[in-house]
């Protein structure tokens, strides 16, 4: 089993709508997470991150954590053909040395 | 602010030869450095870490190896690069300033001929 998976996508939609992206994790010793960024060709760059149960919201951006599900998600208001990228999720888990580990990323696909 | 960057941003190099890419980061003090590596399509694996000058740990066993001459400099080599070796090599940060968050470089590609 991965330690933290994401479906690859691509995830579709249209402009306006809203994106929901999903990430789930193995270690319940998981500290924090994180969403990036990835557009084609370039380096991860990062939105938010969340390290409490709930909801954490900047701008058209909304993560959830749920640690007892042990599942995070990334949600994007208002949908742009900018927001089409690969969406990394990464997780903080003090038996993995404090480090973070990356899931393999969701397409993500706004079409106007 | 604090800067990281990363160079070369693109190189084609032959089965064999050797490899070479820095990283600099600027305006923080004893940051965690790490390298890591996306293969085409896939996610991102550790490489190396470095919590300070002449401190490596190896995540990864393979032909690479890192070093970290100065506080803000580190360094990913190569002896003989192998098919393998191309992808694209990220150089990431983590400071005080930055809590647990890590920050990346602008990448370097690397396709081995």
């Known amino acids: 089993q991965k330690e933290v998976e994401q479906n690859s996508g691509p995830l579709s939609v249209p402009e306006g709508a809203i994106a929901s992206l999903n990430c789930t994790y193995s270690?319940?010793?998981?500290?924090?997470f994180f969403w990036y960024r990835q557009y084609s060709g370039k380096s991860p760059e990062l939105i938010m991150f969340?390290?409490?149960?709930g909801d954490k919201e900047d701008g058209r951006f909304t993560a959830q954590l749920n640690k007892a599900s042990q599942y995070v998600s990334l949600l994007i208001r208002d949908s742009q053909p900018s927001d089409s990228a690969t969406y990394l999720c990464?997780?903080?888990?003090?038996?993995?040395?404090?480090?973070?580990?990356f899931g393999g990323g969701t397409r993500l696909m706004v079409k106007p | 602010s604090q800067t990281i960057h990363q160079w070369p941003a693109t190189l084609v190099q032959p089965v064999g030869s050797p490899l070479s890419l820095e990283c600099t980061v600027e305006?923080?003090?004893?940051?965690?450095l790490y390298w890591y590596r996306q293969a085409a399509g896939r996610g991102l694996q550790l490489l190396f870490y470095?919590?300070?000058?002449?401190?490596i740990s190896s995540e990864v066993p393979q032909n690479l190896s890192a070093s970290r001459p100065q506080d803000r400099q580190f360094i990913l080599s190569s002896k003989k690069l192998l098919l393998s070796d191309s992808g694209f090599y990220l150089c990431?940060?983590?400071?005080?300033?930055?809590?647990?968050?890590?920050?990346f470089g602008e990448g370097s590609w690397l396709t081995v001929v």
């Open positions: 990431a940060w983590r400071g005080l300033s930055s809590g647990n968050t890590i920050y």
């Open positions: 270690d319940r010793g998981s500290q924090s």
């Open positions: 969340i390290y409490s149960n």
């Open positions: 990464a997780v903080r888990t003090l038996n993995a040395g404090n480090m973070l580990t």
């Open positions: 305006g923080t003090s004893n940051p965690n």
């Open positions: 470095s919590v300070g000058i002449g401190q």
